[in-house]
């Protein structure tokens, strides 16, 4: 089992900056990925960044180049930087940790970007 925990939501405004942390916890070891998605009301949920264990990400193409995913190895951690955000961001982003075959996935947290 993979535990996550996340932090870092809030309420910003467009234009803005946050930072999302994602710790992880348990058997971690079979985590090849682990990775940011979002899920805003009436829409389907939909990757944002992925980054490997070896460090390769990827993005959505609505992100690229204003958000960064980071990881730190020591503390089990994997980081979203937001910036100029836009309020088409605003939804309840959730850390997914990618094994094989399954994918556990945190608690969620909020963001909200005003216009």
């Known amino acids: 089992q993979v535990q996550l925990v996340e932090s870092g939501g809030g309420l910003v405004q467009a234009g803005g900056s946050l930072r999302l942390s994602c710790a992880a916890s348990?058997?971690?070891?079979?985590?090849?990925?682990m990775g940011w998605h979002r899920q805003a009301p009436g829409k389907q949920r939909e990757l944002v960044a992925r980054?490997?264990?070896?460090?390769?990400?990827n993005y959505a193409d609505s992100v690229k180049g204003r958000f960064t995913i980071s990881r730190d190895n020591a503390k089990n951690t994997v980081y979203l930087q937001m910036n100029s955000l836009k309020p088409e961001a605003t939804a309840v982003y959730y850390c997914?940790?990618?094994?094989?075959?399954?994918?556990?996935w945190g608690q969620g947290t909020q963001v909200t970007v005003s216009s």
């Open positions: 997914a940790a990618h094994e094989v075959a399954r994918t556990y």
């Open positions: 348990g058997s971690i070891f079979r985590v090849y990925a």
């Open positions: 980054i490997t264990k070896g460090g390769s990400t």
